[in-house]
């Protein structure tokens, strides 16, 4: 059996350091682990999973995987894209996704008001420009209605696919400290050259969840990545992308979180809007970071050890 290629390639969200380049590395180093440990099938723990698209492509190599990651939206992303599909669950999905977008009005919600414009073409100097006013709306309404309307054990099946798509349709470059604004410091769609406007503009629109042809356990975790180190059981491989820069994931991907929680936030920044409580690592501090990972690579009880680092 051969994996779903879509699984690899769509609704992966846009991402710092994103690892789908590395995957042909990573094939190496799993058919490394798979000769050297004599075995078919692996343990396998993501501890900075980030994106997922590590912990995706180990399914067809593992009996079991753990993807742990500081951020909320790494844990709903995970926790859908990960998950077995069955004929029930399909059946459930499909069933709550039409349910989801019929009928579904556009309102405004925290997310219109605080960060898109009111008028997308008479943009103001006071305004946060980093989705379209329908877009915004869009993914308040959606978003509300996952909230009040989906039951508790799937609504990650359709946060996740929020998620992405929100990821993709932002007028940023794809990290959320700030949007693309004109000469004159006023947010701009595409910034003053007007750029990838296909992309920034085009309509959000909910799908389905992808998911894998390969079915194995798996888990979840939202831990302190040298603190779950010390707590673990033998693994079989491991794999290690620590942050390598002093900006944080948290503060980067704020809007991530803030569609994965879907609470307005109580206090942002004045331009951006970043929520004042996001996560700090010690792996952002420069004087830390190369204490840390050599502690975290020391606590990990790992048969094999795949590493990769932005220096």
């Not at 593992?62 to 939206?73: G, K």
């Not at 978003?143 to 929020?162: G, S, V, Y």
Request: with cysteine; hydrophobic share 35%.
């Amino acid at each position: 059996m051969k994996e779903n290629l879509l699984y690899l390639k769509e609704q992966i969200i846009t991402y710092l350091g994103n690892k789908r380049s590395l995957l042909d590395f990573l094939s190496q180093g799993f058919v490394f682990a798979k000769e050297h440990l004599k075995k078919d099938k692996l343990s396998f723990c993501d501890i900075f999973s980030g994106s997922g698209i590590v912990s995706r492509f180990a399914k067809s190599h593992s009996n079991y995987i753990l993807a742990n990651d500081l951020e909320d939206y790494s844990r709903i992303i995970n926790e859908c894209y990960l998950s077995n599909l069955n004929d029930d669950l399909e059946k459930d999905i499909k069933y709550y996704y039409e349910k989801l977008l019929k009928n579904l009005e556009l309102k405004e919600g925290f997310l219109a008001k605080l960060y898109a414009p009111k008028d997308d073409l008479n943009i103001k100097a006071n305004e946060r420009v980093f989705y379209t006013y329908k877009n915004a709306c869009y993914l308040d309404s959606v978003r509300a209605k996952i909230e009040n309307e989906i039951p508790q054990e799937l609504k990650h099946f359709f946060i996740a696919p929020l998620i992405y798509e929100a990821s993709v349709h932002s007028n940023t470059s794809g990290v959320f400290k700030g949007f693309y604004k004109g000469k004159d410091g006023i947010g701009k769609f595409g910034g003053e050259g007007q750029n990838a406007l296909k992309r920034i503009k085009g309509e959000i629109e909910l799908k389905m969840p992808i998911f894998s042809n390969f079915s194995c356990e798996f888990e979840v975790m939202q831990k302190d990545a040298n603190m779950l180190a010390k707590e673990l059981d033998f693994f079989d491989v491991a794999y290690l992308d620590p942050p390598y820069n002093q900006h944080p994931y948290s503060s980067n991907y704020f809007m991530l979180n803030l569609i994965a929680n879907y609470k307005k936030p109580e206090e942002i920044s004045k331009i951006s809007g970043i929520p004042k409580d996001w996560n700090r690592s010690t792996f952002n501090k420069s004087k830390f970071a190369q204490d840390a990972l050599f502690e975290l690579i020391n606590d990990l009880k790992a048969r094999v050890i795949l590493l990769s680092y932005n220096c």
